[in-house]
């Protein structure tokens, strides 16, 4: 008895679908916004091998070795740096989640559009300070969407709807 993912775009969200055949053709509404475009995604599955250890870099949000590689990439370039120029710290910062698949959250998003205007950066750590605390700084896999703009992954209903 098969379980199908669907995503809806509109949404954001991917839900899981029971069926008591196999059928490749049905296509259900999302369970919230009743959207009749859901699109199907390929299911996760298990794979056999050595399982993760708990001190397994601590389930990282990003690639260990991506983080390597743009770490040396840009440790250079950051000995050059001017320190007192906030645009060249934002290009460093934009160019590092560009190469790692990092995405910042929004709070840090707008300290770097702030650093990318040239606004002092102790005067942005004042004014965010409350929003910088109380988020995490980045988050792993987000995509890009239309327009340059990163799109925000999908969250996932595990509630099992009848297909």
Avoid: W
Avoid at 39 to 64: I, K
Avoid at 133 to 138: I, K, R, V, Y
Wanted: glycine share 6%.
């Amino acid at each position: 008895m098969p379980i199908y993912e669907f995503y809806c775009e509109p949404c954001n969200t991917i839900f899981n679908f029971f069926s008591r055949s196999i059928n490749t053709s049905k296509r259900p509404k999302c369970p919230h916004c009743k959207n009749d475009t859901l699109s199907r995604r390929m299911s996760t599955f298990a794979v056999t091998g050595r399982a993760a250890e708990a001190d397994d870099a601590e389930a990282l949000p990003f690639d260990e070795s991506k983080m390597e590689r743009a770490m040396q990439m840009l440790s250079g370039e950051a000995e050059h740096m001017n320190e007192d120029d906030p645009r060249q710290a934002a290009d460093l910062m934009r160019r590092l989640t560009d190469m790692t698949g990092l995405e910042l959250g929004d709070g840090m998003q707008e300290a770097l559009r702030r650093m990318e205007n040239g606004e002092d950066p102790d005067q942005i750590e004042a004014d965010l300070s409350d929003v910088l605390e109380n988020e995490d700084p980045f988050q792993a896999g987000a995509k890009k969407g239309k327009g340059g703009h990163r799109r925000v992954a999908p969250r996932r209903d595990e509630t099992l709807y009848d297909l």
